[in-house]
């Protein structure tokens, strides 16, 4: 069995990152256009991540609050990117397939618990 490796490997420098760049351009448009979650986090994140700037002066109250959003769309993201492997190899129930996409959902709970966390911390703690 031969292991093919992506023709795009072989770029490096300035070439690789500017492919990459259009490539992650890619990832957020399909994104937002399939995943209703990423969507309605994406709104979360334009009203919450300014407004982290109105609720606290320190400067790591703001990392923490803003960073605390990035996490979760991060997450969403690597859960969508699952999900969407799963569905490619196969559509069909498997105990496997179930695995790999409750996980990738419970850790956007995990991320939603920690952003609810550390919002509730520094506004109300």
Sequence with gaps: MTHQESPFKGKTGLPRLWNAFFYSLDGFKAAYRHEDAFRQEVFLALVMIPLAFFVSAEAV?????????????????????????VDRISLENNLLAKRAKDIGSASVLMAIILMATVWGLLLFG
């Design 61 to 85: 109250e703001r990392a923490l609050l803003i960073g605390s959003v990035l996490l979760l769309l991060i997450v969403e993201l690597i859960n969508s990117a699952i999900e969407a492997t």
